[in-house]
């Protein structure tokens, strides 16, 4: 149950003034909240109420002064404030526990267990823990938030109602040693030595504390409390265990009286991811920032602000892109420096040790620094190591401790700029007589050998030492070190931070319930302190690219990366049931937190100086004001939150800071996530009942418009409905700007006289306005408050003239995939294009149609396989559409299909099989193969298909080339296709399906990778095995086919060549000709001869048999008559036909020209008469 109890007056004393009643609306959930609300609207910054009840209305309300926004006390009255926050705090619980369902005795014995005040806001936290019979309620806490001027800003209560009547028994039947036992058993912690006490504490709560010998490396605590994560509540002893290899450190409930393992919760936030591969690197330029520096001469090389890793510097690695930083301590975080544990000018060390941190190595993993680990800078502090990154880890120890060294103290000097200070249970060994409780500095270790490819963060209460284990990482070669991976040790202390503060700096227990957001407010703090100017809000942010060997621009860490592109991470709270563990509810949180951040950003500007001024935060940057509010949020957090309470927080946290001024922005940020107003989280306990919702309150909703753009034709009218809300006060005057001459613009009804409202613009007199795009201005206002919005409109001079040329699939094609892609070339004039599939050419029997704005559209549907289609494409606008286009026929692939439906075991190699049986005969021409699986992490995933003593792996851990893990997305449902029209299986993750359509597979990608069957029968038994490669998940194999092009037998024959001769009468002219089989089967081919002028052709033969691509000599002699002319002719043609069908043919053409003998004409030459001369 979460509480916002708001603020002074039952009237609106705003500009906006109106009666408080017309701001309450009822829903679904128990949920109160009255909220003083500041809105920035385009023009002016107004103040409001809003109160939203959800399940129940207080009918009593008592209001108090709002308090001023900003204001920081100083130490003296923070802790002044802490006595009169407590009494105004316990009395507001008292006056309203019927509101929360709690009885009398459920506050007769109440524990405070914290009470902090924040330096930005001043408003301080009391923490409640609920107990009975002197025995606390594990995680049973009341968190309540008081301004400074003692209003009560939230209330968040885990408090069990009737608790007295809740409890089964309130002895214990097994004794404090039996529960260790147990505990340690169920943890497979055998114990090496008898327990013996150390210390045994009086009380209701037993509390016993035993030796640790071989399963601890503390000793282990034991006392009685009550567990309520049950159906009842049951008397347990709560043991602690910190295992010996810090991997884990255990809380176990053990049932007092029957020894059954309750609950169990870990101080350790353990980050371990499977083996990455491959990437190269680039690196941006670096930024300053400017802290109050300490004058202690100290400097360290480093990758510092905002650099998130090596691959990010400038220059990027394996180059050496360290900067060589001054005096960077912050003197408002630790004013005597980096390297002070007194409190007196001066250090006590000169190596990587001081007030915040300890940083060294581990390598053997046994938690003891390594001797001589910690470098040493001398008296002048310089700790300037040289750093090879072509060589191994083990080759730059000094340069990799400065580094984590370096950035444990920035973690802890900004985050306390911004509310973790030692009240708040920051780590510091002394405290400086600032509150909370010291001794409890970082133990920072780097190339821990507790493993490869992790990293975490073990918080144990305010007093006592966090460690920090940061892993080798073994996608690249050489190897990588996580400390130098910025952004991963930033994750690692951010698990600190909020663990510390959500539910007060002595319970650390409060973020382990399944909607807790932890791993999201580590990601966050990751992001936060490596932004950069020239980021956008649409930049891909990845988390652990350096450790995973990839660039700075890849995917990282996560289901996606971090950006507010849609297209890229579309990621809203309805996603939250199908993401895995804490990580992947961390994204899905983390998502929001950068939605909010570039919202502010957006409102406010960007400072890459993360040390802002003194308060009041109104004059900080976005960036900045962001970091605020999730830090002062955490303060307001109830304990086992989800992310409903966590919302509410952050619009609180708002409040404290800045008197609410940007509760619209975070609203439209978190609405544009799905967690908007109407959201639901359910129980906090469950990831799957919590409800989306994509809305804003209405006092956040301005001008909206519906259609905010529109295609007309000139002489039409267009209509637009512009929605009024309650940002106005009415009556609200609207006007429009922009529309083309010679058209009028109205509205109807103007001016509002009620809101909300809706009104509608109409554009009219477009008879004479010229064809082209236009923007119009849409103004609304109250006088005070004013709003503009923007639309789009489309002056369209006619219908399009020309139809569509459709391009792909060729006319004719064949073996197309049952849901293909259709490409056409664009057509002038054109709102978007119609589509028609039919079954035949006069598009009587059409079977799909579709719209669509582009000029490629994916078929949405599996058309019938091996079936004939028709499809055709028309080009429409408002006017009118163009001439359909010339139709093209395609025919799908015949498919063949195996539902299963079959679990697939989770990391086991072994997998499930699916069979097909094809009892037909045939090569194998072409072949695709299709698969349906449904698993929450696909890139886990291998599938291979085996036939006839081959196997082909066509999936293999999709991603994991770019991401150690894989893709993370949901579901398979892909043909794999050597010619696929989508690109490739690896470079696909989408959330749900996360691969689809037709792609080449294999790993890497390649064409040709179904070729292995090709030429094979398909006839027998075909086998598709899926196996899980990681743990964690499993899914089902729903269906998977094949979709084969058997070689079809065909006939071919040529005969050659054409050919021409003479011969004598009576003679013999031969010709030797070549028939070959251009079929793809054996065939018997028929000669036969034609004598056009009727003289003789003989074959050598008849009939010959070939096989495919077989050639043979046929001899023709052709016989010239005896009675012949001379020069006559004869064209013999040769005809050659296949025995198979449909039969083919083929001939050629012989020329025989006769040549007779004649007898010989001799010329005989007399000699001239000669006459006598006259």
Not at 150 to 162: K, P, Q, Y
Request: charged fraction near 10%; aromatic fraction near 8%.
């Amino acid at each position: 149950m979460w509480s916002v109890i708001r603020p002074s007056h039952k009237t609106l004393t705003s500009p906006l003034s109106r009666p408080f009643c017309n701001h309450l609306h009822s829903v679904v959930f128990t949920i109160t909240i009255v909220a003083l609300i500041r809105r920035q609207t385009t023009m002016t910054r107004f103040t409001t109420m809003i109160a939203a009840v959800m399940g129940l209305l207080l009918t009593a309300l008592v209001f108090t002064t709002p308090a001023q926004p900003g204001q920081q006390p100083g130490s003296t009255a923070r802790q002044n404030a802490n006595s009169d926050a407590l009494s105004i705090a316990l009395a507001h619980l008292e006056q309203n526990r019927d509101v929360w369902g709690l009885t009398a005795a459920d506050l007769a014995e109440v524990n405070v267990t914290d009470v902090t005040v924040s330096r930005l806001s001043g408003v301080t936290a009391v923490y409640l823990e609920q107990q009975l019979d002197g025995i606390a309620v594990f995680n049973g806490l009341i968190n309540i938030s008081v301004m400074p001027h003692g209003d009560v800003l939230a209330i968040g209560n885990r408090f069990v109602s009737d608790l007295a009547g809740a409890v089964s028994d309130r002895t214990a039947s097994i004794t404090a040693a039996q529960a260790v036992q147990t505990a340690a058993a169920h943890l497979g912690l055998p114990l090496q030595t008898p327990l013996q006490t150390i210390e045994r504490a009086s009380g209701a709560a037993q509390e016993t504390v035993f030796n640790a010998d071989g399963i601890s490396q503390n000793p282990i605590p034991a006392r009685l409390v009550y567990d309520a994560s049950g159906n009842e509540v049951r008397l347990a002893w709560n043991v602690i265990i910190y295992q010996l290899d810090g991997l884990h450190w255990w809380n176990v409930r053990v049932d007092a009286n029957t020894g059954d393992i309750l609950s169990q919760n870990d101080w350790v936030v353990y980050d371990h991811f499977e083996l990455p591969e491959g990437g190269d690197l680039h690196g941006d330029q670096p930024v300053f920032y400017a802290p109050t520096p300490v004058a202690d001469g100290s400097s360290y090389r480093v990758f510092h602000l905002p650099v998130e890793s090596p691959s990010h510097a400038s220059p990027p690695a394996p180059a050496d892109g360290r900067t060589l930083q001054d005096q960077p301590a912050d003197a408002i975080g630790s004013p005597f420096g980096w390297h002070d544990t007194d409190g007196v000018t001066g250090p006590e060390f000169t190596t990587t040790q001081g007030n915040n941190v300890h940083a060294y190595t581990d390598i053997d993993g046994n938690g003891i620094p390594d001797p001589g680990s910690s470098p040493d800078g001398g008296p002048d502090l310089d700790f300037d190591f040289p750093l090879d990154l072509t060589q191994p880890p083990g080759a730059y120890r000094p340069a990799s401790v400065t580094n984590l060294f370096h950035w444990n103290n920035l973690m802890h000097d900004v985050s306390y700029r911004y509310g973790f200070d030692e009240i708040h249970g920051n780590f510091q060994e002394n405290n400086y007589d600032n509150g909370g409780l010291g001794s409890d500095y970082v133990n920072a270790e780097a190339q821990d050998g507790m493993g490869t490819n992790c990293g975490n963060f073990a918080t144990p209460p305010d007093g006592a030492n966090p460690r920090m284990q940061m892993c080798v990482w073994t996608a690249a070669t050489p190897q990588r070190d996580g400390a130098l991976d910025n952004g991963i040790v930033a994750h690692e202390y951010g698990h600190g931070i909020a663990s510390r503060m959500v539910g007060g700096p002595s319970n650390v227990s409060c973020l382990n319930n399944a909607e807790a957001m932890l791993e999201g407010w580590a990601d966050w703090q990751a992001l936060i302190m490596t932004m950069e100017n020239g980021d956008l809000g649409a930049d891909q942010r990845g988390i652990g690219t350096y450790v995973l060997n990839q660039p700075p621009t890849g995917g990282g860490l996560r289901p996606a990366p971090y950006t507010t592109d849609m297209t890229v991470n579309s990621y809203t709270y309805a996603d939250l049931p199908g993401v895995v563990g804490a990580h992947g509810v961390g994204f899905v949180w983390a998502t929001m937190l950068w939605e909010m951040n570039w919202a502010l950003i957006n409102a406010h500007g960007f400072d890459e100086d993360l040390y802002p001024p003194d308060p009041p935060v109104n004059t900080w940057s976005g960036n900045q004001l962001a970091h605020a509010l999730v830090t002062e949020a955490l303060n307001l957090t109830p304990c086992g939150p989800g992310f409903v309470d966590g919302r509410n927080a952050i619009l609180n946290a708002d409040m404290a800071l800045t008197g609410g001024e940007n509760q619209c922005p975070i609203w439209a940020a978190f609405a544009k996530r799905g967690l908007g107003f109407s959201a639901s989280q359910g129980s906090p306990n469950n990831t799957n009942d919590g409800t989306a919702a994509f809305d804003t309150p209405l006092f956040c909703q301005g001008l909206d418009v519906t259609p905010t753009s529109q295609d007309i034709c000139q002489g039409e009218t267009a209509v637009y409905t512009v929605g009024v809300g309650e940002a106005f006060r009415p009556p609200v005057t609207l006007s429009a700007t922009g529309n083309p001459a010679p058209s009028s613009a109205s509205f109807e009804p103007n001016p509002v006289t009620a809101v909300p409202a809706t009104t509608e613009l109409t554009i009219a007199n477009t008879g004479a306005v010229a064809a082209g795009s236009y923007t119009l201005n849409i103004l609304g206002g109250d006088g005070t408050v004013t709003d503009t919005l923007t639309v789009d409109l489309t002056m369209l001079a006619g219908a399009p003239d020309a139809a569509p040329v459709l391009t792909a699939p060729p006319d004719g094609s064949s073996n197309v995939p049952t849901s293909p892609t259709l490409i056409w070339n664009p057509t002038a004039n054109t709102s978007h294009y119609h589509i028609e599939i039919a079954t035949d050419a006069t598009f009587s029997s059409i079977v799909y149609m579709a719209d669509e704005q582009t000029t490629t559209h994916n078929v949405a549907v599996a058309l019938a396989p091996d079936t004939g289609h028709y499809w055709r494409v028309t080009a429409v606008n408002s006017c009118g559409s163009s001439p359909a286009s010339t139709a093209f026929s395609f025919t799908t692939a015949n498919i063949i299909c195996a539902t299963p439906q079959a679990p697939i075991p989770d990391n086991n190699p072994a997998g499930v099989n699916g069979t097909i049986t094809i009892p037909i005969s045939g090569a194998i021409l072409d072949m695709d193969i299709m698969v349906n699986a449904t698993h929450p992490w696909v890139g886990d995933l291998i599938f291979t298909v085996s036939h006839n003593g081959t196997a082909v792996t066509i999936i293999d851990r999709p991603g994991h080339t770019t991401s150690g893990f894989g893709c993370p997305g949901d579901d398979i449902d892909v043909t794999v296709n050597d010619e696929g029209p989508h690109g490739n299986i690896e470079t696909q993750c989408a959330n749900a399906p996360a691969i689809f359509g037709d792609r080449v597979g294999g790993d890497p990608p390649h064409t040709g990778l179904l070729a292995a069957f090709d030429g094979l029968d398909i006839g027998g038994s075909w086998t598709l095995n899926v196996s899980d490669a990681a743990s964690g998940q499993s899914g089902t194999l729903v269906q998977w086919c094949v979709a084969p092009t058997l070689v079809v037998e065909s006939s071919g024959v040529t005969l050659s060549p054409d050919q021409a001769a003479s011969g004598a009468p009576g003679s013999a002219v031969t010709y030797t000709l070549s028939i070959s089989n251009t079929g793809n089967t054996t065939d018997t081919f028929s000669l036969s001869t034609a004598n056009d002028n009727g003289w003789l052709g003989d074959l050598s033969a008849s009939n010959i048999m070939l096989a495919a691509g077989a050639r043979e000599a046929v001899l023709v002699t052709v016989h010239v008559p005896t009675t012949a002319a001379n020069g006559e002719i004869n064209v013999t043609t040769v005809t050659a036909v296949s025995g198979n069908n449909p039969a083919v043919t083929d001939n050629v053409t012989l020329v025989t020209t006769a040549t007779a003998v004649i007898a010989p004409t001799y010329l005989i030459y007399l000699p001239a008469i000669l006459r006598p001369e006259p």
